[in-house]
């Protein structure tokens, strides 16, 4: 067994005695033990390779329940034909249990039973049947959604066998290349204030990954005088569409074009980025700025997107893979064919995609021409309303060599909040997703993508495998993406916006030098993008209490990859079942001591329960981590005298005048907790609620991290900062005692009654960068007594003393007149749009296939018959070279 991590962090003020006597009595039984304990100097490389293969056993159950849901939704449309006149009546996610005005069941609704269950978020669902959703923008009867939705019915069976085998699956779905989206569990959606749901499943991360591989976009927009008005507005509209369909294994620029070529962000002349949405985000706002005049010369604004990506791909950077041109404009006066033929054929690697914005269609034949002579497809566009539905076809024509190959490539995303949150807020997902392909023999060379199955993993249950207790007080474990971006991390936070509801933007693109940020060269980030297995270390400053204070530490990295997945993770590196059930003992929360998730009938159970059911041999299948119990139970027994203690405390408080003592509590490095509430406190205090203050699946609590780096014999005080000196009734948190702040005052201006004013700490400042938000950061140096200084703010000087106050944490500091210094954060750079870190290429890529067929490249007009006989010949030559 090793040597257990107790952590005392003791505040009081008054008499000090009684906390030595504390100590003192836990030493004491320590010392009964001592001969049975060994201190054991932990493997970091094995335990981070144990820990990958925990979480590859994890990622490998949810792929076979995604796998089984190709297979059914594959045989299901083979076994089908689609009827134009085909009635069926199905559960809409929105209709459902809704009545008209006389009480009946309106149409597609119908009674559905719900029922809470706490395993989906407390949300009301049915386990045995599943729910479509169907955008708000389509018509939910219409023929082809109809059909989808009539063949996909064969799902529920899988849906519901897929969650008895393994209970710790949550949402499930097939999300549809038609648009409509069939959810299991089924339950119900709820539109928006205007009646609107805006949610479509193809715009969804995990479906464009699985339907198209990696791919270098140029889009080209025609600023042209004839663009004036609604036409530039629908322009700017479908561009940004056509962004939302980009993901972060992307790359892409944009051009607006009339005589001359401008690009939209001029820094980026002549290259591409990463679409993440960073980037997305800041050219959107630069669309606003485009403004129509002049002629159009399209002839140079193709052959600039041609060399763009020609160059990008000789310098082995962007996707190296797919590549496209999507043209956005109201006419073309001729097809090009001779910048075609320089730089696109017989090859045809870029494929062409016009989008013909209004009603005319004097030009369409010349734009669709291009389109099928370069492996594309046309579109035209009228309305703003057209425009969703018109750019999601590209996407089809791109995943066809994915699925004459019938590759289904197995795809996971980065970390993103699920939109259907529970009570307790946002919860962090990951998807694995595949592609589900037509396997009829008469559309085989037509490459029909059918659609996208998918299924969620909370990346709490990835936090759930990590051995807290074996990483140490500061230790941690995270994962990163091919790109580089995080997947779990301590840092990871879904932060909303001050005074709005929706999150921050690019909460879900972080990457790892923005937490790790003291790697300056990214040598343990490239590492873990290139998937290898190794150590690192160097010096960090880690914040704690949300970025407010900092700890100077050295931290060993421990990192190999997790194989089936593009992921990389990463650490940092006897009898005693009576005293775990008294009542001041508490288990960490979040720890898995015992899975009891993989069993239906282990779900009811607490920790503690199913610590007693394993270790008495009544339910012998329970999967425990067994050393993980016997720490705990040896730190039950050590900590058992603190019971009797705290009662004789309680029982003297009456004889003393001091009343300002509320909770007294203990800690330790296997998670467990003791408490004792001396008066009824209305506080959140060692509570669910007090997130720093208990212990989580991904960190230690506030104040056992600070007291593990004091220095031993002191004592550490922490006052909340939302409390300042205003004489507030919150309680001074540390570990062994909680007081009232005014009788800590008290005591503190007995003894300083010379000094008229108190402040925090004077602040440092430690810049993380990038970030987007800046906190003061208090660091304590243990080595300076006494100093005194000058602060300079906003054109004004603060003279401040600071001396330290003995055996423990606190200084006294007296400072003149109060001054903002903060700064505001730094703004997006061109330097950094251009940065390119490194990443990690995904090894699927499928840019086209010989059987593909050209021809199916538009539908919105016909070509007339001179350009058909003159496109037919370039097409049979080209295919047969």
């Known amino acids: 067994m090793r040597g257990s991590g107790f952590c005392f962090y003791l505040a009081y003020v008054c008499p000090l005695c009684q906390c030595y006597a504390l100590v003192s009595g836990y030493f004491q039984k320590y010392k009964e033990f001592e001969k049975s304990v060994r201190v054991e100097e932990i493997d970091g490389v094995k335990l981070v390779k144990n820990l990958a293969v925990r979480m590859e056993e994890m990622f490998r159950r949810k792929?076979?329940?995604?796998?089984?849901?190709?297979?059914?939704?594959?045989?299901?449309?083979?076994?089908?034909?689609?009827?134009?006149?085909?009635?069926?009546?199905?559960?809409?996610?929105?209709?459902?249990?809704?009545?008209?005005?006389?009480?009946?069941?309106?149409?597609?609704?119908?009674?559905?039973?719900?029922?809470p269950n706490d395993h989906f978020n407390n949300l009301s669902v049915n386990l045995s049947l599943s729910v479509v959703q169907v955008p708000?923008?389509?018509?939910?009867?219409?023929?082809?959604?109809?059909?989808?939705?009539?063949?996909?019915?064969?799902?529920?069976k899988v849906f519901v066998d897929n969650f008895e085998r393994d209970p710790t699956l949550i949402w499930q779905y097939f999300g549809s290349a038609k648009g409509f989206f069939r959810q299991y569990p089924g339950v119900k959606w709820h539109p928006d204030e205007h009646g609107v749901i805006g949610f479509d499943c193809r715009n969804r991360k995990w479906y464009i990954q699985a339907a198209t591989s990696p791919k270098?976009?140029?889009?080209?927009?025609?600023?042209?005088?004839?663009?004036?008005?609604?036409?530039?507005?629908?322009?700017?509209?479908?561009?940004?569409?056509?962004?939302?369909?980009?993901?972060?294994?992307?790359?892409?620029?944009?051009?607006?074009?009339?005589?001359?070529?401008?690009?939209?962000?001029?820094?980026?002349?002549?290259?591409?980025?990463?679409?993440?949405?960073?980037?997305?985000?800041?050219f959107r706002e630069h669309l606003d700025k485009l403004f129509a005049k002049g002629i159009g010369l399209l002839g140079e604004a193709l052959t600039e997107a041609f060399t763009i990506l020609s160059?990008?791909?000789?310098?082995?950077?962007?996707?190296?893979?797919?590549?496209?041109?999507?043209?956005?404009?109201?006419?073309?006066?001729?097809?090009?064919?001779?910048?075609?033929?320089?730089?696109?054929?017989?090859?045809?690697?870029?494929?062409?995609?016009?989008?013909?914005?209004?009603?005319?269609?004097?030009?369409?034949?010349?734009?669709?021409?291009?389109?099928?002579?370069?492996?594309?497809?046309?579109?035209?566009?009228?309305?703003?309303?057209?425009?969703?539905?018109?750019?999601?076809?590209?996407?089809?024509?791109m995943s066809r060599p994915k699925v004459i190959d019938h590759e289904h490539d197995t795809v996971w995303t980065e970390a993103y909040v699920d939109s259907l949150k529970d009570k307790s807020g946002p919860s962090l997902m990951t998807t694995v997703a595949m592609p589900v392909f037509s396997t009829k023999n008469e559309t085989k060379n037509q490459g029909i993508l059918l659609g996208v199955v998918g299924t969620d993993i909370p990346l709490q249950e990835l936090m759930k495998l990590i051995p807290k207790h074996m990483l140490g007080i500061h230790g941690y474990a995270f994962a990163v993406t091919n790109n580089g971006y995080i997947l779990t991390h301590p840092d990871l936070r879904p932060l909303y916006q001050e005074g709005q509801k929706r999150r921050k933007p690019n909460y879900s693109s972080v990457d790892l030098s923005e937490v790790e940020w003291e790697d300056k060269d990214g040598i343990l980030r490239n590492a873990m993008v290139n998937r290898r297995t190794g150590t690192f270390s160097m010096e960090v400053k880690k914040t704690v209490d949300r970025g407010r204070r900092v700890l100077k530490m050295h931290n060993d990295y421990y990192y190999t990859d997790i194989k089936g997945t593009p992921f990389s993770v990463t650490d940092l590196c006897f009898s005693g079942l009576r005293d775990l059930e008294q009542p001041d003992v508490a288990l960490a929360d979040e720890w898995t001591y015992c899975n009891t998730e993989e069993e239906h009938e282990h779900r009811h159970l607490t920790q503690i329960q199913a610590i007693k059911l394993f270790m008495t041999g009544r339910r012998p299948h329970l999967k425990c981590d067994r050393e993980l119990i016997q720490e705990v139970l040896f730190d039950a027994v050590v900590t058992a005298p603190l019971e009797a203690y705290w009662?004789?405390?309680?029982?003297?408080?009456?004889?003393?005048?001091?009343?300002?003592?509320?909770?007294?509590?203990?800690?330790?490095?296997?998670?467990?907790?003791?408490?004792?509430?001396?008066?009824?406190?209305?506080?959140?205090?060692?509570?669910?609620?007090?997130?720093?203050?208990?212990?989580?699946?991904?960190?230690?609590?506030?104040?056992?991290?600070?007291?593990?780096e004091q220095v031993p014999g002191t004592f550490i005080y922490s006052i909340p900062f939302s409390t300042g000196i205003q004489n507030r009734k919150q309680g001074s948190r540390s570990v062994g005692i909680q007081m009232k702040l005014e009788f800590f005052q008290r005591k503190f201006w007995t003894a300083c009654r010379q000094v008229t004013r108190q402040q925090l700490l004077s602040r440092?400042?430690?810049?993380?960068?990038?970030?987007?938000?800046?906190?003061?950061?208090?660091?304590?140096?243990?080595?300076?007594?006494?100093?005194?200084?000058?602060?300079?703010?906003?054109?004004?000087?603060?003279?401040?003393?600071?001396?330290?106050?003995?055996?423990?944490?606190?200084?006294?500091?007296?400072?003149d007149n109060k001054c903002d210094c903060s700064s505001a954060p730094p703004s997006l750079k061109c330097d950094r749009l251009k940065f390119q870190k490194d990443r990690k290429k995904p090894e699927s890529c499928h840019p086209f296939h010989p059987e593909e067929n050209a021809m199916e490249c538009g539908s919105a007009t016909r070509l007339s018959s001179p350009l058909t006989a003159a496109l037919l010949p370039l097409i049979i030559a080209t295919i047969s070279r």
């Open 63 to 115: 792929a076979e329940a995604t796998r089984r849901l190709v297979e059914a939704a594959e045989e299901a449309h083979h076994q089908h034909e689609d009827n134009p006149d085909l009635q069926y009546e199905y559960f809409n996610a929105v209709l459902i249990n809704e009545v008209d005005g006389e009480g009946n069941n309106v149409e597609l609704g119908g009674e559905f039973i719900l029922e």
């Open 764 to 815: 440092g400042k430690t810049m993380m960068v990038p970030c987007d938000t800046e906190y003061p950061a208090f660091v304590s140096e243990r080595t300076i007594k006494e100093t005194t200084g000058n602060i300079d703010c906003e054109g004004c000087i603060r003279s401040f003393v600071i001396q330290q106050i003995p055996s423990s944490n606190l200084f006294m500091v007296v400072v």
């Open 647 to 708: 009662t004789g405390l309680a029982l003297n408080k009456s004889e003393n005048s001091d009343k300002g003592v509320e909770i007294a509590f203990l800690g330790t490095r296997t998670g467990l907790s003791r408490t004792n509430l001396f008066v009824p406190a209305d506080q959140d205090f060692l509570t669910a609620e007090d997130k720093e203050g208990v212990f989580n699946a991904d960190h230690f609590p506030l104040w056992y991290k600070r007291a593990a």
């Open 311 to 397: 160059d990008f791909n000789q310098t082995g950077r962007g996707s190296v893979c797919s590549q496209a041109i999507m043209l956005v404009t109201d006419g073309a006066t001729e097809m090009y064919d001779d910048v075609f033929e320089r730089y696109n054929w017989p090859e045809r690697k870029v494929r062409i995609f016009p989008y013909l914005i209004g009603r005319e269609s004097a030009f369409a034949d010349n734009l669709k021409w291009m389109a099928c002579a370069n492996k594309g497809y046309f579109s035209q566009i009228s309305t703003l309303a057209d425009v969703q539905e018109n750019v999601m076809r590209y996407l089809h024509v």
């Open 216 to 282: 270098d976009v140029v889009i080209l927009v025609d600023v042209s005088g004839s663009m004036k008005g609604l036409r530039l507005t629908i322009a700017r509209q479908t561009v940004s569409s056509i962004l939302d369909t980009l993901g972060d294994d992307d790359f892409f620029n944009i051009i607006a074009y009339n005589q001359e070529i401008h690009y939209v962000e001029p820094c980026l002349n002549g290259t591409l980025v990463r679409a993440d949405r960073a980037n997305k985000d800041h």
């Open 136 to 156: 708000t923008n389509m018509y939910n009867k219409d023929p082809d959604i109809v059909n989808g939705v009539y063949w996909s019915e064969a799902l529920n």
